[in-house]
Antibody, heavy 129, light 113 residues
Framework: QVTLKESGPVLVKPTETLTLTCTVS??????????VSWIRQPPGKAPEWLAH???????SYSTSLKSRLTISKDTSKSQVVLTMTNMDPVDTATYYC?????????????????????WGKGTTVTVSS | DIVMTQSPDSLAVSLGERATINCESS????????????LAWYQQKPGQPPKVLIY???TRESGVPDRFSGSGSGTDFTLTISSLQAEDVAVYYC?????????FGQGTKLEIK
């Protein structure tokens, strides 16, 4: 059974750095056919994709948030970590990690993530002083 | 970024009736090299994460009831629930994964009439 579980602080102050951990089970982060994305969802709004990490440690980021995000993984611990700097109240949201099937394109075998097939339950983060 | 626009924003349908949700992308999400549309549909119930229903525009995820179906190509897509059940009350989102960043529609809230 594939599961993902998010963990991290419930409350952060403006300007602080948020660090979230996604612990996965039922699949390996070294599996070339799978990767992990982070997605957030403000209350009452649509999901917003943030970042993705592939099995070869390649990273992909949201255009608008790229300067604030870093995604990494520890395959031996089955964990994916997302850091977001300079937190603001508008970053208040439920943060999810999700598994994504991965495809490869071109002669260079460029990886690309697809849809999110398994989601964690999410962790709610409030940004407030 | 590709913009995904859903219609309507909300929808009320009687039990047993058909529900139809539309999704339009600002550019084509069809990849001719493999003849696939990079479009997924998700269902989200209160307090739960989104759950994938349909991917590649029309492939039903394992375990999803066959009353859910997806259609369309290029820039226009439809999610159809053939006979609405009470447990289908939820918010539905479309998502394109043709180009990064992947993007979601604003959501359609489905209720019982």
């Amino acid at each position: 059974q594939v599961t993902l579980k998010e963990s991290g602080p419930v409350l952060v102050k403006p300007t602080e750095t948020l660090t979230l951990t996604c612990t996965v089970s039922g699949f390996s982060l070294s599996n070339a056919g799978m990767g992990v994305s982070w997605i957030r969802q403000p209350p009452g709004k649509a999901p917003e994709w943030l970042a993705h990490i592939f099995s070869n440690d390649e990273e992909s980021y949201s255009t608008s948030l790229k300067s604030r995000l870093t995604i990494s993984k520890d395959t031996s611990k089955s964990q994916v970590v997302l850091t977001m700097t300079n937190m603001d109240p508008v970053d208040t949201a439920t943060y999810y990690c999700a598994r994504c099937p991965v495809g490869y394109y071109g002669s260079g075998r460029t990886p690309y993530y697809y849809y999110m097939d398994v989601w964690g339950k999410g962790t709610t983060v409030t940004v407030s002083s | 970024d590709i913009v995904m626009t859903q219609s309507p924003d909300s929808l009320a349908v009687s039990l047993g009736e058909r529900a139809t949700i539309n999704c339009e992308s600002s550019q084509s999400v069809f990849y001719s090299s493999n003849n696939k549309n990079y479009l997924a549909w998700y269902q989200q119930k209160p307090g739960q994460p989104p759950k994938v229903l349909i991917y590649w525009a029309s492939t039903r995820e394992s375990g999803v009831p066959d009353r859910f179906s997806g259609s369309g190509s290029g820039t226009d897509f439809t999610l159809t629930i053939s006979s609405l059940q009470a447990e289908d009350v939820a918010v539905y989102y479309c998502q394109q994964y043709y180009s990064s960043p992947c993007t979601f529609g604003q959501g359609t809230k489905l209720e019982i009439k």
